[in-house]
C-alpha cells in the first residue's frame, strides 16, 4: 500500500469548493480528483484534502493523500499522468511518496491564506476573478494594525459564520498582516486552523476599519464579544486563496521554495 501526498492547484471560480457533495451533481476538487484517480487505475481511492476550501476560493498550495494499492504508475509519474486528464483549472503540482502514517489533515501545523483586493477607481478585468474590488480611499496603515490584534491563541466565534460542527473555535493565529502594492491591498493569514467564513470575515472587519467607519480597537472588541454579529460582513469568495500547507517534516506545499 503506498501513501502519496500531492499537492494541488485550482482555480475556484468554476467549483462548488473542495469537499465532495454525493448526489448533488455539483463539480468540486475532492470529486474530480477521485474520478481521475479511478481512470487512470480503476481504483476507487479516497482523497484526503489538508482543509476545505468554500466555493469560488482559489488554492496554490493545497495538500491532499491518497493511499492506493495501484502500482500502475510509477510516484514520478502521477502527477503528468493526473494532469493529462484533469481540466485545465485543477493541477497537481507535486507527487511524493510519504509513510502510511501521513493524514493530509492531521498532521497539517498550519495553513497560510492570501486576500486580494483591487482599490482602485474602476475595476480591473484581469484581476476580477482574483481579487475583491473595492472603490475608494482605504487607511491601510489602520487595517495592518487592527490585523495585528488578531495575533495570538484566541476565540475566534465571531469570526466564523457556522460553529455548529466544531468541538472549539479558539485558534491560534500566528501571523495576520497587510500590505499594498499598487491597487492591490493583500491579507495573510496563517493559523493553525480556520474556521468556517473565518478569512473572509477577517477582510469584511478590517474593510470597516479601512474606511473609517470603525476604530482599530473595534476588532478586539469584536473578537472579545465572540458574537457574530459584532463583527463585519463577510467578504466574497473569490479574493481568498490557500497558499501553502506546513507539516513537521518540513515538507510544506510552496512550490519552488519554503514559507
Not at 496554490?60 to 503528468?80: F, L, M, W, Y
Amino acid at each position: 500500500m503506498r501513501n502519496l501526498k500531492l499537492t494541488i492547484a485550482y482555480d475556484g471560480s468554476d467549483f462548488h469548493g473542495f469537499q465532495t457533495q454525493r448526489g448533488s451533481g455539483l463539480r468540486t476538487v475532492q470529486q474530480e480528483l477521485a474520478e481521475a484517480w479511478q481512470r487512470l487505475t480503476g481504483e476507487n481511492a479516497q482523497i484526503v484534502g489538508a482543509g476545505r476550501t468554500d466555493t469560488g476560493v482559489h488554492a496554490s498550495g493545497q495538500v491532499v493523500n491518497v493511499r492506493t494499492a495501484s502500482t500502475a504508475i510509477p510516484d514520478d509519474r502521477v502527477a503528468h499522468a493526473l494532469n493529462a486528464v484533469l481540466a485545465d483549472d485543477l493541477t497537481v503540482v507535486k507527487c511524493e511518496h510519504v509513510p502510511n502514517s501521513f493524514h493530509a489533515r492531521f498532521d497539517a501545523l498550519s495553513k497560510m491564506y492570501e486576500y486580494s483586493i483591487y482599490n482602485d477607481t474602476f475595476p480591473s478585468p484581469l484581476h476580477r476573478r482574483y481579487a475583491y474590488f473595492v472603490r475608494g480611499r482605504l487607511n491601510v496603515d489602520a487595517m495592518d494594525q487592527a490585523a495585528g490584534r488578531l495575533v495570538g491563541r484566541h476565540d475566534f466565534a465571531a469570526f466564523s459564520g457556522n460553529n455548529r460542527t466544531v468541538h472549539s473555535t479558539v485558534r491560534t493565529v500566528m501571523m495576520c498582516s497587510v500590505d499594498r502594492s499598487g491597487p492591490l491591498i493583500t491579507l495573510r493569514v496563517e493559523a493553525d486552523g480556520f474556521l468556517y467564513h473565518m478569512v473572509r470575515t477577517i477582510v469584511g472587519s478590517l474593510l470597516c476599519v479601512a474606511k473609517g467607519e470603525r476604530r482599530v480597537a473595534w476588532i478586539s472588541e469584536a473578537l472579545n464579544s465572540g458574537d457574530r454579529a459584532q463583527a463585519g460582513p463577510t467578504a466574497p469568495p473569490h479574493g481568498l486563496v490557500l497558499r501553502w500547507v506546513r507539516y513537521p517534516s518540513g515538507s510544506d506545499s510552496i512550490a519552488g521554495n519554503t514559507p
